[in-house]
């Protein structure tokens, strides 16, 4: 399984940026998928994540309104659109892929699969 994400780089505070993250080797249908992101010296943390369909999406409280997580299950490609970043948003952002969604998400615990990061840097 590997899950490839894309679409990192420097953007200036308030300006947009869009995640891709493309998966491969496993049925991408059947699973949730989800971002997290880690900026330096501190932890990873739950930033979005999506049912297999698409139909239900969360977000942790700090993007809220601001992110949205998308999935194109023909392209087996799952989204984050950022809008309106601000400098604390920066990190290196990880996408994850897991059969279950729920309330486990929020905490990161025990994702099936993990991609590389792609750098964000917000700049203010």
Known sequence: VQLQASGGGTVQAGGPLRLSCAASGLTF?????GWFRQAPGTEREFVAAINY??????YADSVKGRFSI???????????????????????????????????WRR?????????????????
């Open 29 to 33: 249908s059947r699973y949730a998928m």
């Open 108 to 124: 990161g615990d025990g994702m099936d699969y993990w991609g590389k990061g792609t750098l964000v840097t917000v700049s203010s």
């Open 53 to 58: 369909s698409g139909g239900m999406t969360s």
């Open 70 to 104: 998308s999935r194109d299950n023909t392209k087996n490609t799952v989204y984050l659109q950022m809008n309106s970043l601000k400098p604390e948003d920066t990190a290196v952002y990880y996408c994850a892929a897991d059969p279950l969604y729920g309330s486990r």
